[in-house]
């Protein structure tokens, strides 16, 4: 099985940043895929940005330009660094790992962007 912890959640103005951080652990292949996800209230999940083991990334069209996800394989860490936040940006982020075919997902944290 694998745990993910996500933390950096918190409450920021428009135009702040943010960064989340998720630290996995647990029985992990070396070939994975970490991503982002974020729910708002009365909302569908929603994918915000994932990232594989080897470095190859996605985003969402919202979080381009905007929203940078990295990891840190040694540390099975994966970051969301989020800038220019928007108030449409408000809603609890969860931490996901793709490993061995399996969804593993965080409990995760709220992010309120709100002046």
């Known amino acids: 099985q694998v745990q993910l912890v996500e933390s950096g959640g918190g409450l920021v103005q428009p135009g702040g940043s943010l960064r989340l951080s998720c630290a996995a652990s647990?029985?992990?292949?070396?070939?994975?895929?970490m991503g982002w996800y974020r729910q708002a209230p009365g909302k569908q999940r929603e994918l915000v940005a994932r990232?594989?083991?080897?470095?190859?990334?996605y985003y969402a069209d919202s979080a381009k330009g905007r929203f940078t996800i990295s990891r840190d394989n040694a540390r099975n860490t994966v970051y969301l660094q989020m800038n220019s936040l928007k108030p449409e940006d408000t809603a609890v982020y969860y931490c996901?790992?793709?490993?061995?075919?399996?969804?593993?997902w965080g409990q995760g944290t709220q992010v309120t962007v709100s002046s």
């Open positions: 996901n790992m793709w490993n061995r075919g399996i969804d593993y």
């Open positions: 647990g029985s992990i292949f070396s070939i994975n895929v």
């Open positions: 990232i594989s083991s080897t470095g190859t990334t």
